[in-house]
């Protein structure tokens, strides 16, 4: 039979447009296909690194990147399933070639003559995209330990492999542990619970022959709703409990003994301990330095500072924000001493009273198909692109597949994989499918895919499913991560899109496009009443915009913890990391958690999402989207009105630029000057 892995690759005329067979592949595909394009890979760089062989970068491309590229897209596929649809036999089909994959990867970064070959590029030859990556493969070269010797280069490869084990092993526990736990609550342990939750929960409980009970997760479209709408706080304790102690040594579900096999602390402690070694083999003082190196700030010290300089700012209102939530948990609810698991519960119950509306009430209007379509219109519209459905194989029925056009030329295509399930880690994000590239061995140009992933709930009843305001952002945010992909304009591949773009750059674009989430000419036509088909009311959406703001000092705080924490962790050689995480809290967070909570334990961004000493860049990120999209604020005040024309400078100057000049110099290009803190303390009430 053919291998679905490779047909994309060999066996087809148009490889510009060639698309991964989901529907076919097989965890038995799996080590075939990769062993036999790791062979193709290996071929491919000796023969570039054969003396003869000259040093001209479109010749190494065509022969180099067209082999890694295609290794990469199998892989890719591989992995992207891995993520969405986990089952034991791809599971270990996967771990069965990731170690051979990382030591191919880790090898061709660190290969020397490679190496020498690139260096020997006469670099005048070069555009000014090709200068670009070449600067960054010279720069990767060297962090990838290509000037290393003997031991050293050994030693470096180990904890390459080493890493990625562990990373994949972190992963792994965190998505079990998530899905080990279950409680069967009953109905009358369930008052206040959105209808559509319970309806879920006893549809699930009743395949499991438990037709009067309720099938509660640790997943967040069943999760975030209890916390915050359970009136029983012993409830809200039990899963508050299971979540905040998941893939950790405090669990104990299904028992304690079981638990354990989840357990993250030691994959914690030999990360932390090879991110060091590694680091200090490539003659930085400790990880973080080494992370920065590929960042807009210019020293973890910077970070540091930037992180406890907002966090000050913000404590005043954050303080004032628990204050708050005090008081009225003392004199509506009756709660003298809260507790971690009410917090969120009283903080509903607080904007709800004092802003005269419900998430609940918000929810009805968000049906999934509006919503998607008043995204389409606001690009559409910005962008100048019309976007439309299409057709692809998928890996689950769910799964929408979507082309976006300009003047009636494919200008890259999306999958769009909406809904939480068995088997799919938590979360949201945007892969890379493929890059545009003009292909140096066709000279076609390839076009972009990518994939886009969030974790809704599915719709009950046969009706549409419903998003609560913050799913619409978050559809919104990994959308502007997918539009840096698709709307460059840049034929380098190792520049174009989110390639080679600053990693404390790269939330601008997906953070810029959540202010939209805020625009009532935008809201109204993305908003459908699931019952009555009536738009969001204008004084709904007016007390919305009211609550916008709601505890922005303390959501502000939980950010900078999380990355305090993370930038911190990766500075010292041996960190205590429970001991650090204390400390950190004690700097910063007004709410201290129960001494059992291990959220360090399921921190997938830095321990297993590329994110090591670098979660800062949310926060980072945020005052360049805030500065760019005050940019569209103060232009409707001089007449673009719509935004057309300043989403079209947006466009030109941050999206289609791609990693092809810093960051720093696209923002500028957009602005006129660096950017300003102002625009990100205004839009967060903390001006």
Known sequence: MTNPLLPNFKNVTDEATSLALFDQIKPEHVAPAINALLADAQKALDTVTADGFPANWLEISKVLDVATEKLGRAWGAVSHLNSVADNPELRAAYNESLPVITEFYTALGADEQLYAKYKAIDTKTLNAEQLQAHKYAVRNFVLSGAELQGDAKERFAEIQARQAELSQKFSENALDATEAFVYYANLDELDGVPEDVLHTAKAAAAKEGKDKQYKLTLKMPCYLPVMQFATSSALREVLYKANSTKASDQATFPTAEEAKKFDNSANIVEILALRHEEAVLLGFNNYAEASIATKMANSPTEVITFLRDLGQRARSFAEKDLADMRTFAEEHLNL????????????????????????????????????????????????????????????????????????????????????????????????????????????????????????????????????????????????????????????????????????????????????????????????????????????????????????????????????????????????????????????????????????????????????????????????????????????????????????????????????????????????????LLDALLRHQGMA
Not at 421 to 442: E, Q, S
Not at 564 to 584: C, I, R, S
Not at 659 to 666: Q, T, Y
């Open 336 to 675: 003298t001493n809260p507790q971690p698991w009410d917090w969120p519960y009283i903080g509903e119950k607080l904007k709800e009273a004092r802003y005269s509306f419900s998430e609940l009430e918000v929810k009805q209007y968000f049906t999934a198909p509006k919503v998607l379509a008043g995204l389409f219109k606001i690009v559409e519209t910005l962008f100048d692109v019309s976007i439309r459905e299409d057709k692809a194989p998928v890996w689950n029925d769910s799964v929408k597949f979507y082309r976006i056009e300009r003047a009636s030329k494919l200008v890259g295509q999306f999958y769009l994989d909406p809904n939480a399930r068995t088997g799919k880690r938590g979360g949201a994000w945007m892969d890379d499918v493929r890059a545009r590239w003009l292909r140096p061995d066709t000279g076609v140009l390839q076009t972009p895919v990518a994939h886009l992933v969030c974790n809704f709930a599915d719709g009950v009843d046969g009706k549409p499913a419903l998003l609560t305001h913050d799913d619409v952002t978050t559809l919104f945010h990994e959308c502007g991560h997918g539009l840096q992909h698709m709307l460059t304009t840049v034929n380098e591949r190792d520049v174009s899109g989110i390639s080679g773009v600053e990693w404390d750059a790269v939330e601008l674009p997906s953070q810029f496009m959540e202010n939209f989430c805020w625009e009532w000419d935008v809201l109204k036509h993305m908003t459908a009443h699931v019952d009555t088909g009536e738009s969001l009311p204008q004084v709904l959406f007016d007390k919305m915009t009211a609550a916008k703001n709601f505890q922005s000092g303390l959501q502000t705080l939980r950010q900078i913890e999380f990355s305090l924490f993370d930038m911190l962790l990766h500075t010292e050689k041996k960190p205590d990391f429970m001991a650090l995480q204390a400390q950190v809290r004690k700097e910063v967070a007004l709410l201290q958690p129960p001494a059992y909570s291990r959220t360090a334990h399921t921190f997938s961004h830095i321990f297993a999402g590329g994110y090591a000493a670098g979660y800062y860049s949310y926060k980072w990120a945020e005052v360049l989207s805030a500065d760019a999209y005050a940019a569209f604020e103060e232009a409707r005040l001089t007449g673009d009105v719509d935004g057309t024309q300043t989403g079209r400078k947006y466009r030109e100057a941050i999206l289609e630029s791609g990693g092809s000049r810093s960051a720093m110099d696209s923002f500028k290009a957009f602005r006129g000057r660096e950017p």
